[in-house]
């Protein structure tokens, strides 16, 4: 972790109906994402790269499961689609404090 900087800038393209973002940082890493609503899941496609110009494609999906309850599911992606079956899963509960509380399941990773 350290002292490392970031700048990023979110924003809106109204044509595609994506809500896009990328980042840089002090250390070279630059991350450009996409966010759309695709039927009740909220996806994130996200291509990070380091600062030797390694890229890696995630993505990741937000699902609500219940009034209490939303999972996040961590996919991989080619050609800007989500892997069928994701490589993790995690669901969170609403704490009574109003925060959240992350469930692993007991199998955590695929």
Not at 7 to 12: I, K, S
Not at 43 to 56: D, F, L, P, S
Not at 83 to 97: G, L, M, Q, T, V
């Amino acid at each position: 972790m350290g002292d490392g900087l970031s700048q990023g800038m979110n924003y809106f393209v109204a044509d595609d109906q994506q809500v896009r973002q990328f980042s840089v940082d002090s250390r070279g890493r630059a991350t450009q994402s996409t966010r759309e609503a695709q039927g009740s899941k909220a996806i994130a496609k996200t291509k990070m790269t380091n600062e030797y110009g390694e890229a890696t494609d995630v993505g990741i999906t937000y699902t609500k499961v219940n009034d209490t309850t939303m999972k996040v599911a961590v996919h991989g992606l080619e050609n800007g689609e989500l892997s069928y079956d994701p490589r993790f899963e995690i669901n969170f509960k609403k704490a009574k404090n109003g925060g959240l509380i992350a469930r692993v399941p007991d199998t955590f990773s695929k």
